[in-house]
């Protein structure tokens, strides 16, 4: 081997270390339940917990959904210091009517149950719903409300909160992501900021996320 080529070698070696230690974070290192990848494939702006906010009772529920009847799941923060419940954080709420069809669109019976699992990002306000496949009546559809009263007010990450963060604020809405068509769409919400919480109605499971 040549000197030329050995001290190229040299060089390159030191620089591909330096290169993946300079890599971006992967948000499947963060610590608790992950979700998938897509959402953050496609840079879309999620609302984030601050640094301050307590964690949530959990991360991960799983529960039983009936036909012919009414399911209601909630998720908190756990409790501060003088508090005997924790702030509310998530509310899943499906009618007596609501379920029409399970995992991979297969109609349902009266009395037929399907398990759902919902698992919460633990820094982004991101939640997915599994199975696939599961969808509500039109009529009839699932209810998803999430607070947001303990989200990073710094909404554009630009070190100030200021007048632009409370402008973005008004435009909080919920958005889930089509697998299929790899793509975030916009979802027609309620965004109460007296009570710091956005409101939509489900029509099918998928991953669903606060953004502007």
Same mark, same amino acid.
């Given at each position: 081997?040549?000197?030329?080529?050995?001290?190229?070698? #040299?060089?390159?070696?030191?620089?591909?270390?330096?290169?993946?230690?300079?890599?971006?974070?992967?948000?499947?290192?963060?610590?608790?339940?992950?979700?998938?990848?897509?959402?953050?494939?496609?840079?879309?702006?999620?609302?984030?917990?601050?640094?301050?906010?307590?964690?949530?009772?959990?991360?991960?529920?799983?529960?039983?959904?009936?036909? %012919?009847?009414?399911?209601?799941?909630?998720?908190?923060?756990?409790?501060?210091?003088?508090?005997?419940? %924790?702030?509310?954080?998530?509310?899943?709420?499906?009618?007596?009517?609501?379920?029409?069809?399970?995992?991979? %669109?297969?109609?349902?019976?009266? %009395? +037929?149950?399907?398990?759902?699992?919902?698992?919460?990002?633990?820094?982004?306000?991101?939640?997915?719903?599994?199975?696939?496949?599961?969808?509500?009546?039109?009529?009839?559809?699932?209810?998803?409300?999430?607070?947001?009263?303990?989200?990073?007010?710094?909404?554009?990450? +630009?070190?100030?909160? +200021?007048?632009?963060?409370?402008?973005?604020?008004?435009?909080?809405?919920?958005?889930? &992501?089509?697998?299929?068509? &790899? #793509?975030?769409?916009?979802?027609?919400?309620?965004?109460?900021?007296?009570?710091?919480?956005?409101?939509?109605?489900?029509? &099918?499971?998928?991953?669903?996320?606060?953004?502007?």
């Amino acid at each position: 081997m040549t000197a030329k080529l050995w001290l190229r070698l #040299a060089i390159l070696l030191p620089l591909a270390g330096c290169r993946d230690a300079a890599a971006p974070v992967d948000p499947q290192d963060v610590v608790g339940p992950e979700l998938s990848k897509a959402a953050w494939s496609r840079q879309i702006p999620i609302l984030q917990q601050s640094r301050t906010a307590p964690p949530l009772e959990t991360y991960q529920v799983s529960f039983w959904a009936y036909r %012919g009847q009414a399911s209601t799941v909630t998720v908190n923060y756990q409790p501060v210091s003088g508090q005997s419940v %924790g702030q509310p954080f998530l509310r899943l709420d499906i009618s007596k009517n609501g379920l029409k069809a399970g995992a991979g %669109g297969k109609s349902l019976k009266r %009395g +037929d149950s399907v398990a759902v699992t919902l698992t919460i990002d633990p820094v982004r306000f991101s939640v997915e719903f599994e199975p696939s496949g599961v969808l509500f009546s039109k009529n009839f559809p699932a209810n998803l409300t999430i607070w947001y009263e303990n989200a990073n007010p710094d909404l554009n990450d +630009d070190g100030v909160v +200021d007048a632009t963060d409370q402008a973005l604020e008004q435009q909080l809405a919920f958005w889930y &992501h089509a697998v299929k068509q &790899h #793509a975030w769409s916009r979802l027609s919400s309620t965004n109460d900021t007296t009570q710091e919480s956005v409101s939509t109605a489900l029509y &099918h499971f998928s991953q669903y996320a606060i953004c502007w």
